[in-house]
Nanobody
Framework: QEQLVESGGRLVQAGDSLRLSCAAS????????MGWFRQAPGKEREFVAL????????KYADSVKGRFTISGENAKNTVYLQMNTLKPEDTAVYYC??????????????????WGQGTQVTVSS
């Protein structure tokens, strides 16, 4: 059974750094896109960053550009999200996603077929 497992979320202070990890298992994935989304209380799940094993450049939401970096290990179907200079508004449950999104859906939750259970990131001011 396919499974995504995230880790790394915790309580930090504003300005701190944190790295999230996500590992996919259960089958051999190829030509995938892996992404991070987040959902704050009372808000919709929103795109944060993605990386594609097809060679496309990583993509970031404007709100995290310059502070967050996504990276991954293709052979391990693992993706990381390095988060620097964290802000209280970054507080959310962060979800890992995997799929084969169409170009028009790469930042949409509808573009991804597999999801992790989420990991809580809380940034105190």
């Amino acid at each position: 059974q396919e499974q995504l497992v995230e880790s790394g979320g915790r309580l930090v202070q504003a300005g701190d750094s944190l790295r999230l990890s996500c590992a996919a298992s259960g089958r051999a994935f190829s030509s995938i896109t892996m992404g991070w989304f987040r959902q704050a209380p009372g808000k919709e799940r929103e795109f944060v960053a993605l990386i594609s094993w097809r060679g496309d450049s990583p993509k970031y939401a404007d709100s995290v550009k310059g502070r967050f970096t996504i990276s991954g290990e293709n052979a391990k179907n693992t993706v990381y999200l390095q988060m620097n200079t964290l802000k209280p508004e970054d507080t959310a449950v962060y979800y890992c996603a995997l799929g084969w999104p169409a170009p028009s859906a790469v930042t949409s939750t509808k573009g991804y077929q597999y999801w992790g259970q989420g990991t809580q990131v809380t940034v105190s001011s």
